[in-house]
């Protein structure tokens, strides 16, 4: 009986992986401030060293993007004159595993509102990085979270998204390439590039 017993569970829990396994392209849409929309798609990974491979829920989410891992805009970036001085040292930094912008971050936000909102021909590419901890897949998928945050933050002062386009180089371009928490910490942000027709 008990051996009855353990078989049944055992075939369910056979049958509850398996499924689990097969579902990796379960998409939603979330809609962003101007009535653009961004696409999810929930896999499981291994975040920035999130050694549980999950955001808390036993989730994580993998954004499902534009090519070259950025979110579809009305402008093409690369065909733009690029001036990434200008807003260099407005470059926004994250916290471990977090897409949430810190309140000490909001000031540089706020200079990259002013420039977007004094020069209205101008658009901006949103960068966001990762540090190197975590699989490829999750770190692309952090980093456009990042990227989209800032957006939203920049919608919430007045710029309008449709000027921004973001693009996510997950771990691929580290600011500092050691491998100690200092490091990780600099690779951790969002930059912003000033976009400018040619």
Not at 14 to 23: E, N, Q, T
Not at 31 to 57: D, M, S, T, V, Y
Not at 72 to 100: G, H, I, K, T
Request: glycine share 10%; net charge negative; charged share 25%.
């Amino acid at each position: 009986m008990k051996l009855a017993a353990f078989s049944k569970i055992s075939v369910i829990a056979l049958a509850l992986g398996v499924s689990a396994v097969g579902c990796k392209t379960n998409k939603f849409v979330t809609p962003l401030p101007g009535g653009a929309g961004q696409g999810f798609n929930r896999n499981r990974a291994i975040g920035e060293g999130n050694q549980l491979g999950n955001n808390g829920n036993g989730m994580s989410e993998d954004i499902t993007s534009a090519p070259g891992g950025g979110e579809a805009a009305n402008f093409n970036p690369d065909d733009m004159n690029q001036d990434r001085e200008a807003l260099a040292a407005d470059a926004v930094y994250f916290d471990f595993d977090s897409a949430s912008i810190r309140p000490s971050e909001q000031s540089k936000l706020s200079a990259v509102a002013s420039a977007l909102n004094s020069d209205l021909s101008a658009k901006l590419l949103i960068e966001g990085n990762c540090d190197e901890r975590g699989t490829e897949e999750y770190n692309r998928s952090l980093g456009e979270r990042r990227a989209l945050a800032a957006r939203e933050a920049l919608a919430g002062m007045g710029v309008n998204p449709d000027r921004v386009a973001t693009r996510s180089y997950g771990e691929d371009r580290p600011a500092d390439t050691d491998h100690t928490p200092a490091a990780w910490a600099k690779n951790r942000r969002d930059e912003f590039v000033l976009l400018h027709p040619k």
